[in-house]
């Protein structure tokens, strides 16, 4: 079993930087890849990016490249999401999820297990 919480969020003004943390409870949580997706209001969830449990691959939405970083530190049970230059575009609830294929880089939220209640994400433009 797996618990995930998120933190980091906020509001910010358009162009500035958020750091989020998704800290996890579970002995096994360093075996998990994990990603981060998101949600806007009206819209479907979408994959933001994802790391497997060793940190050697990394994957992102094509169009959040260079401006988002995913980063873990097993040692702090704890998965970062660095997000830059935000936009208007980038609000949401941003989730993040833990996937027991620890080799799994995969966007489909069907492929995680467990599942944090998300932060909120407000980029005033």
């Known amino acids: 079993q797996v618990q995930l919480v998120e933190s980091g969020g906020g509001l910010v003004q358009a162009g500035g930087s958020l750091r989020l943390s998704c800290a996890a409870s579970?002995?096994?949580?360093?075996?998990?890849?994990v990603g981060w997706f998101r949600q806007a209001p009206g819209k479907e969830r979408e994959f933001v990016a994802a790391v497997t449990y060793n940190s050697k691959t990394t994957s992102y939405a094509d169009s959040l490249k260079g401006r988002f970083t995913i980063s873990r530190d097993n040692s702090k049970n704890t998965v970062y999401l660095q997000m830059n230059s935000l936009k208007a575009d980038d609000t949401g609830v941003y989730s993040c999820?833990?996937?027991?294929?620890?080799?799994?880089?995969?966007?489909?939220?069907?492929?995680?297990?467990?599942w944090g209640q998300g932060t909120q994400v407000t980029v005033s433009s």
């Open positions: 999820a833990a996937n027991p294929n620890g080799f799994s880089s995969g966007r489909s939220p069907t492929l995680y297990n467990y």
């Open positions: 579970g002995r096994t949580f360093s075996t998990y890849s």
